[in-house]
């Protein structure tokens, strides 16, 4: 068989298999935007508890949320007392913090993000949810299982070159009805930092959304923070001045 022959019957196969990459590739991508949408809608209000444990103490907050596509998101703080009023506004990738002790409003820099918000295990970046899973980082499917006799999919996401993000990589477990249940967060040295488990999925707001995320560091066995959904409408005509710097110095009832 001559070289020419070769070259002509492999470059079909390379082709093929490139094309499967590249489509498992868009499917994942699919898969996330697909649930990460699901679980915002187009907008969404919240009424969360969230309580943070440690070994000594524990802390429950409550908060009060609104969001509006994929980056938009406004929240403050109704309960306790001392901690009322502050509020905390996602545009894009600019976030703000609202102290009424102080009543100033105080732009939260990029290296920042990933600090602890009121002392939880959530980060600022974890607490407002937005587009930047979809967008910062390459998804791949690397496995399937089963939960609750639904499909469920296994996903790695790696950041893309020169992305403005943290984490080394994070895995994904979604279901094929778009709810996620799990998301692993590991550092540079892709060594796991922190896991979020979501339970109690149950209808919410019209659809099927898990009531309770917990999350937990991958050290600390007797640390974590819970977030409890109260009350979860979706959809609702929410105007753009919500998500203003001058709406966040005054709480939305």
């Not at 509020?87 to 990738?93: D, I, M, V, W, Y």
Request: hydrophobic letters at 40%.
């Amino acid at each position: 068989m001559t070289e020419k022959l070769i070259l002509v019957l492999w470059l079909p196969l390379f082709l093929f298999v490139g094309l499967c990459g590249d489509a498992k590739a868009q499917d994942a991508r699919a898969l996330v935007e697909d649930s990460f949408n699901y679980m915002r809608g187009k907008t969404s209000m919240s009424i969360v508890k969230m309580t943070i444990h440690r070994p000594d103490w524990e802390r429950i907050v409550t908060i009060k949320a609104w969001t509006k596509g994929q980056s938009d998101s406004i929240f403050w703080i109704t309960a306790p007392p001392k901690d009322k009023g502050n509020g905390t506004l996602k545009k894009k990738r600019e976030m703000w913090m609202y102290n009424p002790k102080v009543n100033r409003v105080i732009k939260i820099p990029p290296s920042m993000m990933s600090q602890a918000w009121m002392g939880s295990d959530f980060s600022n970046d974890d607490l407002s949810k937005t587009e930047s899973l979809i967008d910062d980082y390459s998804h791949q499917i690397i496995g399937t299982e089963t939960h609750e006799g639904k499909k469920v999919y296994l996903i790695e996401s790696m950041p893309k070159p020169e992305a403005p993000v943290v984490w080394g990589m994070q895995r994904l477990t979604i279901r094929e009805d778009h709810i996620f249940l799990r998301q692993e967060f590991y550092d540079e040295d892709l060594k796991p930092v922190k896991a979020m488990n979501a339970f109690q999925i149950q209808e919410l707001g019209g659809k099927l959304f898990p009531r309770v995320w917990r999350m937990q560091k991958a050290d600390a066995k007797d640390e974590y923070t819970v977030l409890e959904y109260n009350e979860l409408t979706f959809d609702q005509n929410l105007p753009d001045r919500l998500f203003s710097l001058s709406s966040l110095r005054t709480p939305r009832r």
